[in-house]
């Protein structure tokens, strides 16, 4: 599995227009989901470890048909909405499993059915498979591509290893090697998932080895009822902002010259009155949508983390539209903005900064998502270590500028 999606939402200016006030947003990215099944065995995947289980009954490919189906619906969604451009991600499972031949149509089909609207196609991707062919082939159809890398060989094997308990750093980082040399121009970032083992200031360096154009640290998907690996059973403890903490001022030192790390960039846009294409941060609507191989419509993908099911919507491209997806009611609370958080984080002092986090991490069995995040403690320390050092180097230009 390449990495937890959700994270970048493309951005909300693509469109010739916003919504109109209490109109949903319509969607902007596209997660197509090309492969169903991974070469890798990642102890900490959400798809094949956690709660939804259904990718065992799905097809593994996405067929020619519902490809081409996918693009017409995306097409369709687009010029209804009149939108600019909209952002198609290929991902799995592994989607390189599809093979060259399977990506290069799945592409083909896509842009085609979304046509005229031009669709900027990305491909997430643990790396195994990044060979010579497949960057050709991405160079010829300018797809970016963004690799899952959780820090050194230690970091890395420590949990992204095959059925055979292989580890895959080495072949990441030759992956890496190729893309970073004749194929730079097609790098988008590393995905790289926190774990409290690794030290943080060693694993941000090690990623900074690759020259990246972004980083995104993405905390380990868990629920208040299957907690994140390392979570202490004092829920004011915060041992995930301290490892973040230590990255931040790393990254900040030096201006954040050598990478952006999209976490820490969207999080100082908020505390300045911006708003957040992030997911996890901010009250901006969530304009995602998943197609799985079989050509069901679903939410964010990660919500498999919490329960079977969650981010079901019934809905199918052949049958319906991505329009029918945004009446949905789970669409709807995560494009409710502040109205959508639960009473205590709405009582929040930082609450339209954090956003309650992602909504996947707020799930508790017997009140759904009306809680605050599992990780409230570690988004608030977080925000408000970054809020002081914001607030001191302010104050610090407004004194040499008087």
Not at 189 to 203: A, E, W
Not at 221 to 249: C, E, K, M, N
Not at 344 to 353: E, G, K, N, P, T
Not at 383 to 399: K, M, N, Q, Y
Request: aromatic share 6%.
């Amino acid at each position: 599995m390449p990495g937890p999606v959700g994270g970048h939402r493309p951005g909300l200016g693509t469109a010739a227009r916003s919504a109109p006030p209490g109109s949903p947003m319509p969607f902007r990215q596209f997660v197509v989901k090309l492969h169903s099944r991974c070469d890798l065995a990642c102890d900490h995947c959400y798809v094949y470890t956690m709660a939804d289980q259904r990718w065992r009954s799905r097809p593994r490919t996405m067929s020619a048909a519902t490809l081409a189906r996918t693009g017409e619906r995306i097409g369709d969604h687009a010029r209804r909405h009149r939108l600019r451009g909209v952002s198609v991600v290929l991902h799995g499972g592994e989607p390189l499993l599809a093979g060259v031949a399977g990506v290069e149509r799945a592409v083909e089909l896509l842009r085609r059915g979304a046509a005229p609207v031009p669709a900027r196609m990305t491909v997430q991707t643990n790396g195994v498979r990044l060979d010579d062919a497949f960057l050709r082939l991405f160079d010829r159809l300018d797809v970016g591509v963004s690799v899952s890398l959780d820090g050194d060989r230690a970091a890395h094997d420590r949990h992204r290893r095959g059925p055979d308990g292989r580890g895959s750093h080495d072949r990441v980082e030759a992956a890496l090697l190729r893309l970073t040399g004749s194929y730079r121009r097609l790098f988008n970032g590393l995905l790289c998932t926190v774990d409290l083992r690794n030290d943080p200031v060693s694993t941000y360096r090690s990623l900074l080895v690759h020259r990246p154009p972004v980083v995104d640290f993405l905390l380990p998907h868990g629920t208040w009822s299957t907690p994140p690996a390392g979570r202490p059973a004092d829920p004011r403890q915060a041992r995930y902002a301290d490892w973040l903490i230590a990255v931040f001022d790393e990254w900040y030192s030096d201006g954040g010259q050598r990478t952006r790390v999209r976490l820490f960039d969207e999080i100082i846009q908020l505390l300045l009155g911006g708003s957040s294409r992030l997911a996890g941060v901010g009250v901006s609507p969530v304009a995602v949508a998943v197609v799985e191989t079989d050509g069901a419509i679903e939410m964010d993908d990660t919500l498999g983390a919490a329960h079977a099911g969650a981010g079901d919507t019934g809905l199918h491209v052949d049958r319906d539209t991505f329009d029918a997806a945004l009446e949905q009611p789970g669409v709807r609370a995560q494009q409710a903005g502040v109205a959508g958080l639960c009473a205590q984080c709405r009582a929040c002092d930082l609450h339209r900064v954090c956003g309650g986090g992602l909504y996947t991490h707020r799930w508790r069995a017997g009140s759904g998502f009306d809680n605050p995040s599992v990780y409230c403690a570690d988004l608030y320390r977080l925000i408000g270590h970054i809020r002081r050092i914001l607030r001191r180097d302010v104050t610090a230009l407004r004194a040499v500028s008087r």
